[in-house]
Structure formats: C-alpha cells, structure tokens
T-cell receptor, first 114, second 112 residues
Framework: GAGVSQSPSNKVTEKGKDVELRCDPI?????LYWYRQSLGQGLEFLIY????????KSGLPSDRFSAERTGGSVSTLTIQRTQQEDSAVYLC????????????FGPGTRLLVL | QKEVEQDPGPLSVPEGAIVSLNCTYS??????FMWYRQYSRKGPELLMY??SSGNKEDGRFTAQVDKSSKYISLFIRDSQPSDSATYLC????????????WGAGTKLIIKP
C-alpha cells in the first residue's frame, strides 16, 4: 500500500511569505505527527493529531505556525510570515492510534526561506 | 542536559565490521525504545522497537536495552555500505501515547 506522502518536496520562499505544507498519511492511521528537523539535529516535535483533533500543540514554535487535519486524513501545516530560522525539513508521520512507537514517516518537505 | 544523548559521529568502519550505536537517557519512565534509520534526504524509517528491557534481534540487527544503566544499543553485524545512514534513537514513556523523545542521530559510514 501507499506510504506517507508529503508535498511539496522542496519549497523556496521569500521572508515574510506564507507557506502551506501538506501531508497524506497512511490510510487507516488515525494518529498524525508533524516534526521539524534542522541540519544535523534530531527531530523537534511540533504537533500531534488524533483524528481531526490536536490535543497537543505545545511544540509549535510560535503563533505563526498552525496546522489542521480534515476528514481524519490529510493535514496541512501553515507557516505565516516566514522567517529565515524557519528553514528546515518538515517531516510528517502517521501511526495507528496509541502506537506512537511505530510511526511511518514521509519523505519530508525541505523549506528554504531566503 | 538533554533527556536523550546520542553521539553524532560520524562513525566510520570497514565493511563487514560489527557496529555498535548507543544512546543514554535520563528519564526512568521511558518504556519503549526505538531505532530509526534515515538515509540522506529521506524520512526516518523504523528499524525496530523494544518494550522495557532485554534484547531483540531482526536479521543483522540487534537492539539491546539496559534500564538499570539507562543505556540502549543497536548492533549491526556484517555491516554493508548500504547501512551507511544516520541512526536515530527514540523513546516513549508509558503515560504518553504520542510523545517520542529523540536522540540527535549518529551518522554511520561503512567503507567498502
């Protein structure tokens, strides 16, 4: 079956612009996670969805970051007024409910803010 | 001090060698221990996970957890150039149904 997909794979934007990143989880996976990975760093947790609800948004770095999930499937991560420090790889993962130890990752979106 | 410490490497070994990758942690509540492999410009891929203490083997890979020392290891036997990647450890406490704590990853290079 299809894995987790993310789009776009690469995004170059100018400082101050808004960007929208998309994640398509594995069918049937009700849990969805967004992470940020900077060069040479581990994964920084951003947000977790169970179905369409996000019980924990504490990892979002600032109020410029928001995320939503519709239909218990596709999720979008939006960054408003991008800053250079937002440049990173944004990874999405999904899992069965309560199975955070078996997360399946997408290939990531590489964001570069000029 | 980070909750999970992992040497970033790079660790360079000749093909065929046994590789040992390690993580230490400080939170005694961690019960699930995961190893992910990440190739360049790809997302992490789950290799294996262990619940509580003990060993788990899958082909050339063995995961080991020593909760008394708060130390986990991943051993790779008969290492191949295709094993060259970054290896990330991650951990989860029983009372957290979604939050994984990640190591920074160790870059492994297998020389032909």
């Amino acid at each position: 079956g299809a894995g987790v997909s993310q789009s776009p794979s690469n995004k170059v934007t100018e400082k101050g612009k808004d960007v929208e990143l998309r994640c398509d989880p594995i069918s049937g996976h009700t849990a969805l996670y967004w992470y940020r990975q900077s060069l040479g760093q581990g994964l920084e947790f951003l947000i977790y969805f169970q179905g369409n609800s996000a019980p924990d948004k504490s990892g979002l770095p600032s109020d410029r970051f928001s995320a939503e999930r519709t239909g218990g499937s596709v999720s979008t991560l939006t960054i408003q007024r991008t800053q250079q420090e937002d440049s990173a790889v944004y990874l999405c993962a999904s899992s069965l409910s309560g199975k955070a130890e078996t997360q399946y990752f997408g290939p990531g979106t590489r964001l570069l803010v000029l | 001090q980070k909750e999970v410490e992992q040497d970033p490497g790079p660790l360079s070994v000749p093909e065929g060698a046994i590789v040992s990758l390690n993580c230490t942690y400080s939170n005694s509540a961690f019960q699930y221990f995961m190893w992910y492999r990440q190739y360049s410009r790809k997302g992490p891929e789950l290799l294996m996970y262990t619940y509580s203490s003990g060993n788990k083997e899958d082909g050339r890979f063995t995961a080991q957890v020593d909760k008394s020392s708060k130390y986990i290891s991943l051993f790779i036997r008969d290492s191949q150039p295709s094993d060259s990647a970054t290896y990330l450890c991650a951990m989860r406490a029983m009372d957290s149904n979604y939050q994984l704590i990640w190591g920074a990853g160790t870059k492994l290079i297998i020389k032909p």
